[in-house]
């Protein structure tokens, strides 16, 4: 059972234009969520996080926008760049159990043409 | 400078032989985590560890072992018993900063068994 979701395998999108990354999650435990963006045979590195007392975060091009009752996150680039091409995976905390386990959508790969 | 690394970044093993993989991290934190990629599977935890000499099974442990005798130090050893062994392995390490749950990726090991 998957409890973090990204629905799209893969993402297109022209350099300059908006980047937009969903992920939906069962859990209603859940009350952290990061996102992380991976390359190719290297580790994943952490873009930003939300926790669940806010509805949106941004850092520089980067925006998360969480909605509860939708169970819902999004990430939004803009503008994005070629540089943003990458595997990028949504991930859940449950905070409140004391364990820091995340638990990890499949990721979508973007792709920024130039 | 402080991180993760992981050696080595590629890794050949004869099917039926155990093969340990190291992770060393100098960032001071005391989670560390084990995942697997495989191709569209996303990260799967494996193991991770909140302390010193102790450690908990994620969600596919069967065959695999870990230990940690060392804050810094968390090796994973992947058995003959694990059925599918090759794949990309990340080791993560996190501290709780006040319900701050980045976890910090090393570089990865891809271990590949035939």
């Known amino acids: 059972d998957q409890q973090v979701k990204q629905n799209s395998p893969s993402l297109s999108v022209q350099e300059g234009r908006i980047s937009i990354l969903n992920c939906d999650y069962t859990?209603?435990?859940?009350?952290?969520f990061l996102w992380y963006k991976k390359y190719p045979a290297e580790g994943p590195t952490f873009l930003i996080s939300?926790?669940?007392?806010?509805d949106k975060n941004e850092d520089g091009r980067f925006t998360v926008f969480l909605n509860k009752s939708a169970k819902h996150l999004s990430l939004h680039i803009v503008p994005s760049q070629p540089g943003d091409s990458a595997v990028y995976f949504c991930?859940?905390?449950?905070?409140?159990?004391?364990?820091?386990?995340?638990?990890f959508g499949k990721g979508t790969k973007l792709t920024v043409n130039p | 400078d402080g991180g993760i690394t992981q050696s080595p970044k590629y890794l050949f093993r004869k099917e039926g032989q155990n093969v340990t993989l190291s992770c060393e991290q100098n960032?001071?934190?005391?989670?560390m985590y084990w995942y697997r990629q495989d191709p569209g599977q996303g990260l799967r935890l494996i193991y991770y560890?909140?302390?010193?000499?102790?450690?908990q099974k994620g969600d596919i442990a069967e065959g695999y072992s870990v230990s940690r005798e060392k804050k810094e130090s968390f090796p994973l050893t992947v058995t003959s018993a694990q059925k599918n062994p090759t794949a990309f392995y990340l080791c993560?390490?996190?501290?709780?900063?006040?319900?701050?749950?980045?976890?910090?990726f090393g570089p990865g090991t891809r271990l590949t068994v035939t």
């Open positions: 939300i926790s669940s007392i806010k």
């Open positions: 859990n209603s435990m859940f009350d952290y």
């Open positions: 991930a859940a905390s449950a905070t409140q159990g004391g364990s820091e386990k995340l638990v």
């Open positions: 993560a390490s996190s501290i709780d900063t006040g319900g701050n749950y980045e976890q910090y």
């Open positions: 960032l001071n934190h005391d989670a």
């Open positions: 560890s909140q302390i010193v000499n102790d450690f």
